[in-house]
């Protein structure tokens, strides 16, 4: 099992835990081997990170859509208005 975690110690991104996956696995650096963390512990942050950036990226795009929906709105509001 292979993790994307930047090592404290040399700065490698890659990382590997045991194929067992067990919460208390722990994931070490494969350049030097330090202890990074455990699956566990990273499976918590990672899926927490992930739904916060869902949630922003959600927003934003709400936020985008209301801002064209808005201006297409006035424009065919104007129009309508004209006509
Ligand atoms: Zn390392």
Known sequence: ???????????????????T????DEIHCEECGEFLDTCGHFEDRH???????ALN??????????RENGWQGDSAMAGRRSA
């Open 1 to 19: 099992m292979k993790f994307q975690i930047t090592c404290t110690r040399c700065g490698c991104t890659q990382a590997t835990a045991p194929d």
């Open 21 to 24: 996956h067990h919460e208390w």
């Open 47 to 53: 899926a927490a990170g992930y739904h916060v950036q």
């Open 57 to 66: 990226m959600s927003r934003s795009l709400i936020l985008q859509m209301a």
